[in-house]
DNA sequence: ATACCTGTTTCCCG
DNA sequence: CCGGGAAACAGGTA
């Protein structure tokens, strides 16, 4: 479940790491998450190495070790991070193992759509820098959310919620979660929403990603109860709210759930 | 066997 | 040039 939350529970245990040294480097060569990084750039410079920063940035990971190295890190669709036995013996889909005195830190991708950037330089790499607004920052205001709307005003606003450029960290169930709650059609034209709506929008952003990072972000449970991802993927899925049957369709190019009591086009 | 899938990039179209 | 949408990536699971 890499979005928001999960990522930042990831980041998290990786952290249990911190300020340990790298004693070896175990790399699964064929995986595709490597595809941008030099992997004899990985193996050359982090043994030896200790990791000292840990930071998650929507579903963007940077880690910062001694020697001005950093490690990028995304978990793509089944991407996950843990934490094992120093002496753990990689796994099928382990691309990535640091053996630290420990534990070691292990990166795992079944389906290798994740991806690990490697980069040596005295400031933080350039794409990290570059990142959008995150959406539990101060600075992400309405009127962030105003601006987007009115630029892709003709894309399905579920669409549109999962762009990382205004949204950075919302993923599929999140995104369904904040329309369910915000009473809007996720095939609803984004420049189609009125100021009461787009005002609930931006509300239910802050509230999903809050109690998102409350539940699933700090212990790595499910989310609260009475939430809509409980129900989304079943055949038969009750409404919390409204106790009618959901709907489930694509739009967006990805498979959407809703409740038609609630959720209307205008 | 078939048809899914909590994500992103690339390519094609208008 | 830009915006929008579909396909592709790959392996596990139902």
């Known amino acids: 479940m890499p979005e928001l939350a999960e990522v930042a529970h990831a980041c998290a245990r990786w952290k249990t790491g911190l300020n340990q040294r790298v004693q070896a480097v175990l790399i699964n060569p064929r995986s595709r998450v490597?595809?941008?990084?030099?992997?004899?750039?990985?193996?050359?410079?982090?043994?030896?190495?200790?990791?000292?920063?840990?930071?998650?940035?929507g579903k963007q990971m940077l880690f910062g070790f001694s020697g001005n190295l950093w490690?990028?890190?995304?978990?793509?669709?089944?991407?996950?991070l843990d934490i094992q036995a120093t002496e753990y013996a990689p796994s099928?889909?382990?691309?990535?193992?640091?053996?630290?005195?420990?534990?070691?830190?292990?990166?795992?991708?079944?389906?290798q759509f994740?991806?690990?950037?490697?980069?040596?330089?005295?400031?933080?790499?350039?794409?990290?820098?570059?990142?959008?607004?995150?959406?539990?920052?101060?600075?992400?205001?309405?009127?962030?959310?105003?601006?987007?709307?009115?630029?892709?005003?003709k894309r399905p606003i579920k669409a549109l919620l999962l762009d990382?450029?205004?949204?950075?960290?919302?993923?599929?169930?999140?995104?369904?979660?904040?329309l369910w709650r915000a009473r809007i059609h996720?095939?609803?034209?984004?420049?189609?929403?009125?100021?009461?709506?787009?005002l609930a929008l931006f509300?239910?952003?802050?509230?999903?990603?809050?109690?998102?990072?409350?539940?699933?972000?700090s212990h790595g449970g499910d989310p609260p109860s009475g939430w809509l991802f409980h129900q989304r993927w079943k055949d038969g899925g009750i409404c919390p709210k409204s106790n009618c049957l959901l709907v489930r369709d694509t739009i967006g190019g990805r498979t959407s759930c809703w409740s038609p009591?609630?959720?209307v086009m205008n």
């Open 186 to 198: 996720p095939a609803c034209k984004s420049g189609d929403l009125e100021e009461g709506l787009r």
């Open 71 to 80: 490690l990028g890190a995304h978990l793509g669709m089944t991407g996950s």
């Open 114 to 153: 994740g991806r690990i950037r490697f980069e040596k330089g005295k400031e933080k790499p350039e794409w990290w820098k570059s990142l959008p607004v995150p959406m539990l920052h101060l600075d992400f205001r309405a009127e962030l959310i105003r601006s987007a709307l009115k630029r892709h005003a």
């Open 34 to 57: 490597f595809r941008e990084c030099q992997i004899n750039s990985l193996y050359e410079n982090l043994p030896k190495s200790t990791l000292r920063y840990a930071q998650a940035h």
């Open 92 to 111: 099928k889909h382990d691309a990535l193992v640091l053996r630290q005195p420990r534990q070691s830190l292990v990166f795992r991708d079944p389906r």
């Open 203 to 217: 509300r239910q952003i802050l509230f999903v990603c809050r109690g998102a990072m409350r539940t699933v972000g």
């Open 164 to 178: 990382q450029r205004y949204f950075p960290g919302m993923g599929n169930w999140m995104a369904d979660e904040v």
């Open 261 to 263: 009591a609630l959720q």
